[in-house]
């Protein structure tokens, strides 16, 4: 797996596990949840998400890669069964879908780790702490991709924003 590959599975893992356990977290906690009940819903969160992220771009990746090796079979009129190319695209599969499990998994952590170490406060810091790592990883794609960093940080923080505004929204944000 290529460096940017791998990158694009850090970055759609980790704005995943951010975004979609912010709202959760945003949910529960504006529902009046206790910052236990709120650790739960976004552990809950989280493992649903590490787990269908990690398995869909197994079954996604799967079928692009071997699409690309029957291409490379075609016009060698022989199976690439059992040979390096197959071992290499095995690999790549496992760790695209390691790599984008795991990243959903840990960038979910993030919203979530204020409602275990604070007593108030927490849903506030939890928005903070999961908009500046958002800003965080909009350096990782703009240096990743060698396009403007301040664009690709300011696409992040406007994605998160408005994910907090609309969940917000619906459970209003105090």
Do not use: C
């Amino acid at each position: 797996m290529t460096k940017a590959e791998q990158g694009r599975y850090v970055i759609l893992g980790s704005i995943d596990g951010v975004l979609a356990v912010l709202g959760g977290v945003i949910g529960a906690s504006t529902a009046g949840a206790t910052n236990e009940g709120v650790v739960q819903v976004g552990l809950g969160v989280a493992v649903a998400l590490a787990v269908t992220n990690g398995i869909g771009s197994y079954l996604a990746e799967s079928t692009v890669e071997y699409a690309k090796l029957a291409e490379k079979e075609r016009p060698l009129l022989r199976r690439l069964t059992g040979t390096q190319i197959e071992a290499g695209t095995k690999r790549k599969i496992w760790l695209d879908s390691i790599t984008h499990g795991g990243a959903s998994f840990i960038g979910s952590l993030i919203p979530i780790i204020p409602f275990v170490v604070l007593e108030s406060n927490a849903l506030m810091i939890s928005i903070g702490a999961s908009l500046s790592s958002l800003v965080a990883l909009g350096i990782y794609s703009g240096r990743l991709s060698g396009k403007n960093v301040v664009a690709s940080v300011a696409k992040m923080v406007i994605l998160g924003i408005l994910v907090v505004v609309l969940v917000g929204l619906l459970g209003g944000v105090h």
